[in-house]
């Protein structure tokens, strides 16, 4: 079990406080600190089974800077995922194959059970 996180997101903050209440212990990872690989956002995409454009955080303003005024390409969009890894959703727990974006809580708490 793995907590893609970052401490200064409240939605973030949330799940990590849910998962331990419920007594898991799930490894932390700080994605901001150490980015996602181009295939390691490849596998969680896989894991999530949704397409690239649904893990970026369209309201970002970096994200419009970045993508105004172009077409991209999926391959495109992993690419400025893994350069900029502030444009990935959060939280995401990953557990036993699967994923889940924490938006709402609920839909990590659910890949629980």
């Given at each position: 079990m793995k907590l893609l996180h970052n401490p200064r997101c409240s939605k973030s903050r949330e799940a990590l406080a849910a998962l331990q209440d419920a007594g898991h212990t799930p490894e932390v990872?700080?994605?901001?600190d150490e980015s996602l690989t181009e295939p390691q956002i490849r596998e969680l995409l896989?894991?999530?089974?949704?397409?690239?454009?649904?893990l970026v955080r369209t309201k970002e303003e970096l994200w419009r800077e970045l993508s105004s005024d172009k077409t991209l390409s999926d391959d495109d969009i992993i690419a400025l995922l893994a350069s900029h890894p502030k444009l990935i959703e959060r939280p995401i727990l990953?557990?036993?194959?699967?994923?889940?974006?924490?938006?709402?809580?609920?839909?990590?708490?659910?890949?629980l059970d």
């Open positions: 990872w700080r994605y901001l896989a894991q999530l089974g949704i397409a690239p454009l649904a990953t557990h036993n194959g699967k994923a889940a974006i924490g938006r709402p809580l609920e839909n990590i708490l659910a890949l």
